[in-house]
């Protein structure tokens, strides 16, 4: 079992940068496919990001492709999702999730096994 636990998230302007964070406790990430995924209220869950178990490959949604970067310390077993240039459209629950084939690093929702509970993030315009 693993558990994820997202922080970081928050109310900021258009413009401003957010750094959310995913804690991992259980079993080790280090073998695990990383994501970032949102849910705005009334659509649904949607990529962001993702990152391979090593940390050398990674995707990203065409809308947050040159704003947002992920990253890892397998060491911390954390991951993060550095957001830049925020825009209201970013406003969402941002999730994290652990998808147990390391070089898979997918955009698909049910490849990954382990969620975590999520972060509100809201920009304002």
């Known amino acids: 079992q693993v558990q994820l636990v997202e922080s970081g998230g928050g109310l900021v302007q258009t413009g401003d940068s957010l750094k959310l964070s995913c804690a991992a406790s259980g079993r080790t990430i280090k073998t695990y496919s990383m994501g970032w995924f949102r849910q705005a209220p009334g659509k649904e869950r949607e990529f962001v990001a993702t990152?391979?178990?090593?940390?050398?490959?990674?995707d990203y949604a065409d809308s947050v492709k040159g704003r947002f970067a992920i990253s890892r310390d397998n060491a911390k077993s954390t991951v993060y999702l550095q957001m830049n240039n925020l825009k209201p459209e970013d406003t969402a629950v941002y999730y994290c999730a652990a998808d147990r084939f390391g070089n898979r690093w997918s955009s698909i929702p049910r490849h990954y096994d382990y969620w975590g509970q999520g972060t509100q993030v809201t920009v304002s315009s």
């Open positions: 990152i391979s178990a090593g940390g050398e490959r990674t």
